[in-house]
Nanobody, 127 residues
Framework: VQLQASGGGLVQAGGSLRLSCAAS????????MGWFRQTPGKEREFVGG???????SYADSVKGRFTISRDNAKKKVYLQMNSLKPEDTAAYYC??????????????????????WGQGTLVTVSS
């Protein structure tokens, strides 16, 4: 199983980036997908997630600026990031969890609920 995140890069504050995560999961549509981010010395932080049914949750820090979507036919999940801030600088990871593992939006935020992880893509926002 592979999750391949891409789309990171260097952007100025106020700019936008779109991250993609391609999954090799056979039954992708049955997986809840999450985005996390991490900076050196800090714990991995929940950014947002989308369930197999399309329900979406965001961290308060990105609500209104970031949008998660998924395309089950392409086996991809996306993270559209707008109005980026320097504090959004981090390595961004996508993750997958079988739909029965995550019981609610609270559990969606827990990195240990996820079975599969991508390698991360670096987002740098300059001020």
């Amino acid at each position: 199983v592979q999750l391949q995140a891409s789309g990171g890069g260097l952007v100025q504050a106020g700019g936008s980036l779109r991250l993609s995560c391609a999954a090799s999961l056979r039954t992708f549509s049955n997986y809840d997908m999450g985005w996390f981010r991490q900076t050196p010395g800090k714990e991995r932080e929940f950014v947002g997630g989308i369930t197999s049914e399309g329900d979406i949750s965001y961290a308060d820090s990105v609500k209104g600026r970031f949008t998660i979507s998924r395309d089950n036919a392409k086996k991809k999940v996306y993270l559209q990031m707008n109005s980026l801030k320097p504090e959004d600088t981090a390595a961004y990871y996508c993750a997958a969890a079988w739909w029965t593992r995550i019981k609610n939006f609270d559990s969606m935020k827990g990195w240990d609920e996820y079975e599969y992880w991508g390698q991360g893509t670096l987002v740098t926002v300059s001020s």
